[in-house]
């Protein structure tokens, strides 16, 4: 009987072990990076809010259409840099989110 005992419990110890502490770490990683790219989202979200206000203010400010033609390159090129920019942050977040 002890040794019927002694087997399930080191079954059980292992299962521990190889089972539910990786599930356990998994689940901290994933609540981590989780909250990380909910921010990283909303930020994108923000970013491109912006530029939709910006471009709006553009139209109305600009005399011709080469000013408005201007402007807009400079709102798209300032976008890009920062989509990209929040991009780059969304891939680093997935990449520390390995186990």
């Known amino acids: 009987m002890e040794k019927l005992f002694v087997e399930v419990y080191t079954q059980i110890n292992e299962l521990n072990e190889n089972v539910i502490q990786p599930a356990y770490r998994l689940k901290e990683i994933a609540h981590m990076s ?31 259409i080469g000013e408005l033609v201007d402007r807009q390159a400079t709102l798209a090129a300032s976008w890009r840099d920062e989509v ?5 942050a969304m891939q680093q977040t997935s990449e520390q989110a390995t186990y």
């Open 34 to 64: 989780e909250g990380k790219l909910i921010e990283q989202h909303l930020a994108l979200v923000e970013a491109c809010l912006e530029v939709v206000i910006r471009q709006l203010k553009a139209l109305g400010e600009s005399n011709d």
């Open 84 to 88: 990209l920019a929040l991009g780059h």
